[in-house]
């Protein structure tokens, strides 16, 4: 069996501790390695996980960090983690940028969609991503089938910018317009 990047990644120093990124609700924390590597092989549920994390979309992203350890750095992959319990929700991240622009996905566990944790998340990791150097576009796309992901983009800031057969496309510049009831995120120092 081919190597996944599983083994090497169990291995990956961080070399600079990766701040992470606090909301009134949550906190983007970078993937831990062991954790990537534990939802990668199919591992047993951590306690410190939501009850239905990691969800099909957390397995993708598991799988691209373990291909691409590099994501696992300040403008890469993060978890979200529920302020209130200390549980993983799930997962937002920064894509590599192309061009001064840069994308973002994300995705919340089912138990808790429906509290705005993924609009706040999204707000987030665009506002940070736009202080990246000669990044001055952020992006994500949100399928035509699913408006409660546009809807997400849409109070996150993003504006639609063209939608494709099965795609909107959504962007956003610095500065990101001011949210209504969520503080920007703040960076804090990585415990």
Known sequence: MADSGVDSLRHVPQETPVSDLTTDRLVLRSWPADEVAAVVAGESRLPHWAEDF??????????????????LGPYGQRQIIERATGLVVGAVGLFP?????????Y????SRRGRGYASEAARAIAAFALTAPGIHTVGAKAELSNPASARVLEKAGLT?????????HFQATAPLPEPSPQSPPSPQPAP
Do not use: L
């Open 97 to 105: 940028p192309a061009d001064g622009t840069i994308e973002f996905g």
């Open 107 to 110: 995705g919340i566990v089912p």
């Open 160 to 168: 639609r910018v063209r939608a494709d057969a099965e795609m909107a």
């Open 54 to 71: 990691p969800a099909e979309g957390d397995r993708v992203i598991a799988g691209f960090i373990a291909e691409h350890p590099g994501t």
